[in-house]
């Protein structure tokens, strides 16, 4: 698990790699919480391309960073799910707090 994050104006683009879990939650979790406090961002994107599983842990991981960064009147967007991804996070609602871009096609799900 690693997430990279880098700041484009008033964009905090945060691009998560490996396992979403309860173990992995936590560090990533303070990485983003920490950039975002410094950069107070008005839009935060997390970037979820190189995510290979993600369980529950991962829609706190979203909620919680959209309530940060909602109090500062920012939004979330969520990029590059993948269709597991994707089902998951529309099943849990988080499309009403966040955007999210539509699913992407993999080769392993045709």
Same mark, same amino acid.
């Given at each position: *698990?690693?997430?990279?994050?880098?700041?484009?104006?008033?964009?905090? @683009?945060?691009? =998560? +790699?490996?396992?979403?879990?309860?173990?992995?939650?936590?560090?990533?979790?303070?990485?983003?919480?920490?950039?975002?406090?410094?950069?107070?961002?008005?839009?935060?994107?997390?970037?979820?391309?190189?995510?290979?599983? *993600?369980?529950?842990?991962?829609?706190?991981?979203?909620?919680?960073? @959209?309530?940060? =960064? +909602?109090?500062?009147?920012?939004?979330?967007?969520?990029?590059?799910?993948?269709?597991?991804?994707?089902?998951?996070?529309?099943?849990?609602?988080?499309?009403?707090?966040?955007?999210?871009?539509?699913?992407?096609?993999?080769?392993?799900?045709?």
């Amino acid at each position: *698990m690693s997430v990279k994050i880098s700041n484009k104006g008033e964009v905090l @683009y945060c691009s =998560i +790699s490996g396992e979403i879990d309860h173990h992995s939650a936590g560090s990533i979790r303070k990485a983003i919480d920490d950039a975002a406090n410094s950069a107070m961002p008005n839009l935060l994107v997390l970037d979820f391309a190189g995510v290979t599983f *993600m369980d529950s842990s991962g829609i706190g991981l979203v909620m919680g960073r @959209y309530r940060n =960064i +909602s109090k500062q009147g920012g939004k979330v967007h969520i990029s590059n799910p993948s269709p597991y991804i994707h089902k998951l996070m529309h099943i849990s609602g988080i499309e009403r707090i966040a955007t999210m871009d539509p699913v992407r096609e993999e080769e392993s799900y045709r």
